[in-house]
């Protein structure tokens, strides 16, 4: 609702208040007291709460909510903020990415392959990923089809399929959940000492990571890009979980109005959520030549880590041939 | 074309659950759900009112925009109807609803809700079954309106607090109440849902 529409109403509002308040003042026919003199207004009662909540005769006690026009502002964020919001973050992000893939292309290794492999990932390791990551393409494809699809998908597709498809689709995003979460707590608890920020990661933002071409800052296991990827995946990943569940057992700790918060969330963070896993597959497949391999076969070109992440290469290389020869293989 | 709308005379409801009553007997709806209901604000205060609320059929209804499958829409008399063949049960018509109106079945039940039920005004379904056919009957309830009748509750409400109609006509009914006894609390949930109130 646009403001000068919203002060039209609340101008009609206010007559509609004004009229009724007059006649609290005159007598009724016969003489007596206006019998209405203490009655609640509903204007008076919206003013005070954002909801008008009363008792109820029936054994549904959540059904006591009279009125809660937060209703139609909830209606507003998700018809027409979220669509704005979510168009520009995913679609803008496609782009920025197409351009970098244009610009930059793609970063080699710039002393091409060794031939020779180190392992940067086990196979527990990578097993945690490609859960989170196949139920994070599913989730959110699921999740993108309650906001778009009746947008995208529903004039191609009929209301009858398109309603079997989001029936389906909600299913699967509810059940999936749960793979999500586990295989976040995984990488969590596989990671998180990887990933805390050192000194290292400030110099590595300083020189512009693997932006600048033909220099590659020193990293550890994890560069200063991965690690903003990780603590984000990780306070979004916490963020739709727990707004998810909420959602999931409707009136099991909240009521509309929180179950109307934990939708905004839900959906604002999942957006922005998918727009980094964007980068991030960028990153991991078109992006960098030998990026790819690290989660596929667990096993990247010996090149490839000297390159990009140099402090890690020598600490496995200490530990794979014993502290004496390890400044040889540098 | 009328614009039917149900009014409610906080003046006169007395709170005593015949409209809920007379809803669920006509409509046959299912257990554990209630389309109307009646809510007493201020209970046992000076001034404690009683509000009888079902879906308000609202003017561009928040539950059919936001429908995910696009399920819920406005006839042309303004009731706002859906179909239960294309609803998925997410829920979120229940949280863009004003008035608490759509319910499920198996709210609760790990998110799955079921086919989604409120208020059709009497008005059958929204869905492919025959108009007054017993298929459409046994899915949404009754359908008084093409009969050429009004919805039960509003009917039968002994003291005429709950009506229904045309906006317009009973609007005036309503001012012309005001006007007579010289107050009233105003019509509940007009301005949310019809973005007009009653000016008497």
């Keep these: 609702m646009s403001l000068p529409t919203f002060k039209i109403l609340a101008a009609v509002f206010a007559l509609a208040v004004a009229v009724p308040t007059i006649a609290q ?14 009655a609640v207004s509903e204007q008076t009662l919206l003013q005070q709460e954002s909801r008008i909540e009363g008792r109820i005769d029936i054994p549904d006690t959540r059904a006591r909510v009279l009125i ?14 979220l669509h704005r919001v979510g ?48 139920s994070f393409v599913l989730l959110g494809l699921t999740g993108l089809n309650i906001t778009f699809g009746k947008i995208v998908l529903l004039p191609l597709m009929g209301e009858s399929a398109f309603s079997d498809l989001a029936q389906f689709a909600k299913y699967v995003h509810n059940f999936v959940s749960f793979a999500f979460i586990v295989g976040l707590i995984l990488i969590v608890a596989l990671w998180i000492k990887d990933n805390i920020p050192r000194q290292v990661d ?15 800052a020193p990293a550890g296991r994890f560069n200063a890009g991965e690690k903003v990827v990780f603590w984000c995946a990780l306070a979004a990943g916490a963020a739709v979980s727990v ?75 200490q530990e794979s041939l014993g502290p004496a020869s390890a400044t040889s293989i540098k | ?75 042309d008399d303004g009731v706002v109807l859906h179909s239960k063949d294309l609803c998925i049960g997410c829920g979120y018509c229940f949280y863009a609803c004003p008035f608490g109106a759509p319910q499920y079945p198996k709210i609760g039940n790990f998110g799955s809700r079921g086919k989604m039920d409120k208020c059709t005004y009497c008005a059958g379904g929204g869905g492919t079954e025959v108009s007054g056919s017993i298929e459409e009957y046994k899915k949404y309830g009754a359908n008084r309106l093409a009969q050429g009748k009004l919805p039960l509750c509003a009917e039968m409400c002994s003291t005429k607090s709950l009506l229904a109609g045309d906006g317009e006509i009973i609007a005036e009914i ?15 949930g007009w301005m949310t849902a019809y973005k007009e109130g009653i000016a008497s």
């Design chain 1, 202 to 216: 400030i110099d590595w933002i300083k020189q512009g990571g693997g932006f600048v071409k033909g220099k590659h």
């Design chain 1, 243 to 317: 707004s998810g569940l909420l959602l999931l057992f409707p009136f099991y700790g909240t009521n509309i109005a929180a179950m109307q918060v934990a939708q905004v969330v839900h959906a604002l963070i999942a957006v922005l959520f998918v727009a980094l896993i964007l980068a991030h597959i960028y990153i991991g497949t078109l992006g960098m030549e030998g990026a790819f391999e690290a989660m596929g076969t667990g096993e990247v070109d010996v090149n490839w880590a000297k390159e990009h992440h140099d402090l890690w290469y020598e600490k496995k290389a």
């Design chain 2, 1 to 75: 074309m009328a614009r039917m709308k149900f009014l409610c005379d906080a003046d006169r409801c007395i709170d005593c659950n015949a409209c809920v009553t007379a809803c669920k007997n006509e409509n046959e709806v299912p257990w554990g759900i209630n389309r109307r209901r009646v809510i007493t604000i201020n209970d046992g205060k000076p001034g404690e009112r009683s509000v009888s609320m079902a879906c308000m059929h609202c003017t561009d209804a928040p539950c059919a925009a936001v429908c995910p499958v696009s399920c819920i829409f406005s006839t």
């Design chain 1, 25 to 38: 003042e005159q007598r009724a026919p016969d003489g007596a007291a206006a019998p209405d003199a203490n």
């Design chain 1, 68 to 81: 809660q026009p937060a209703g139609r502002r909830w209606d507003y964020f998700h018809e027409i903020t």
């Design chain 1, 87 to 134: 168009a520009i973050v995913i679609l803008g992000m496609i782009v920025l990415l197409g351009l970098a893939f244009l610009i930059l292309g793609r970063t080699r290794i710039s002393a091409g392959r060794s031939g020779k492999k180190i392992t940067r990932f086990t196979a527990f390791e990578r097993f945690s990923h490609w859960l989170t990551a196949a």
């Design chain 2, 174 to 188: 309503y001012k012309e109440r005001v006007l007579k006894r010289g107050y009233g609390s105003g019509a509940w």
